[in-house]
């Protein structure tokens, strides 16, 4: 039987180290293999043990900026903690490849414009080569999906980039009150990954 590649994808954490704590605790007790923070991982706190808890447990972890956290400060965190931050890059790990954009179209020092979601998704999406699997990771909400009931609308260029670039998934978060909804765009799955975590199997 082929072993199936696990996913730990959370967002909006918000500096919450007990709340990271717990999510560590998921990633080890699950196996994954990836931990995947989909943006807004700061924004009104230090940035002290966000990161550090997966990488005790010796997990891969991929990050990407929220509205609310700055470019420089989603860099930093990277570096310093040896993690990768894809904004604007792709990743692969075995035939699965990763792709992602983050900031959003709201307040915050991330904030980012339509058009420059689309062109780093656009830029993420030609580094990645041919895999078996392809998931794209945003902070933001695709229009026309169930996340915008929240009366905030989604970003048209996520929308389009999905119906592009066919990934198999999208990982988001942004809307808390939208939480765990999935949707699809075409044949492609949109979760919103929530700040509790979701372990999606591939």
């Known amino acids: 039987m082929v072993k199936k590649f696990k996913i730990l994808a959370a967002a909006d954490i918000h500096g919450d180290s007990r709340l990271v704590k ?9 196996n994954v293999d990836i931990v995947v923070l989909c943006g807004d991982l700061t924004g009104w706190v230090e940035t002290k043990d966000i990161i550090k808890p997966f990488k005790d447990i ?5 990050i990407i900026p929220g509205n609310w956290d700055s470019f420089a400060t989603t860099d930093f965190l990277a570096n310093f903690y040896g993690v ?12 699965i490849g990763f792709f ?10 991330g904030r980012v414009s339509d058009n420059e ?3 780093t998704l656009q830029k993420a999406y030609s580094g990645l080569g041919k895999v ?16 915008e009931f929240s009366g905030v ?9 999905v119906k592009k670039f066919k990934p198999d998934i999208l990982l988001h978060g942004h809307i808390h009150e939208a939480s765990g909804l999935e949707d699809t ?3 492609t799955r949109v979760i919103n990954v929530s700040r509790q975590g979701k372990i999606i199997e591939i």
Do not use: C, W
Not at 100 to 109: L, T, W
């Open 22 to 30: 717990k999510l560590a605790e998921k990633a080890e007790k699950e």
């Open 153 to 161: 609308p989604g970003s048209q260029a996520i929308t389009k980039a």
């Open 84 to 95: 990768r931050n894809i904004h604007g890059y792709s990743v692969k790990y075995d035939d």
């Open 117 to 119: 979601i689309f062109k």
């Open 185 to 187: 765009i075409g044949k």
């Open 100 to 109: 992602g954009a983050g900031g959003a179209d709201g307040p915050g020092p």
């Open 132 to 147: 078996k699997k392809k998931i794209m990771l945003t902070h933001m909400h695709p229009s026309e999906t169930n996340s």
């Open 58 to 62: 010796n997990k891969k972890v991929l």
